[in-house]
Nanobody, 128 residues
Framework: QEDLVESGGGSVSSGGSLRLSCTAS????????LGWFRQVPGKERKGIAA????????AYSNAVKGRFIISRDGDKKTLYLQMNNLKPEDTAMYYC?????????????????????WGQGTQVTVSS
């Protein structure tokens, strides 16, 4: 179900930064697990960042750890992905997702089938 709205994608040079946003206030506020995924043409969608809303804990894939930060704003209406030191291999379509009854290790695993709410995607292109 595509009922989240992403924004903030675009084109940037290697080493640059972008911040993606994801909104749908009621869903972002009430979900137990929030995540960011990305997909390149011809490949499967992969989870890269997870936020367990019960305690604010986060988890990242090895590909983005130390460079990307997932967060939710104070009024819990918007999910963010701050992307720093971007690399050409980060070029992809980025999706936000939300899930209920998914926490802890299950949330961190970012199982695609566990997320019932998705955005339409926003393109990020990083040039070398």
């Amino acid at each position: 179900q595509e009922d989240l709205v992403e924004s903030g994608g675009g084109s940037v040079s290697s080493g640059g930064s972008l911040r993606l946003s994801c909104t749908a206030s009621g869903i972002i506020r009430s979900s137990d697990c929030l995540g960011w995924f990305r997909q390149v043409p011809g490949k499967e969608r992969k989870g890269i960042a997870a936020l367990d809303t019960s305690d604010g804990s986060t988890a990242y894939s090895n590909a983005v750890k130390g460079r990307f930060i997932i967060s939710r704003d104070g009024d819990k209406k918007t999910l963010y992905l701050q992307m720093n030191n971007l690399k050409p291999e980060d070029t992809a379509m980025y999706y936000c997702a939300a899930a209920s009854a998914l926490g802890g290790d299950w949330c961190y695993a970012l199982p695609i089938g566990g997320f019932g709410h998705w955005g339409q995607g926003t393109q990020v292109t990083v040039s070398s």
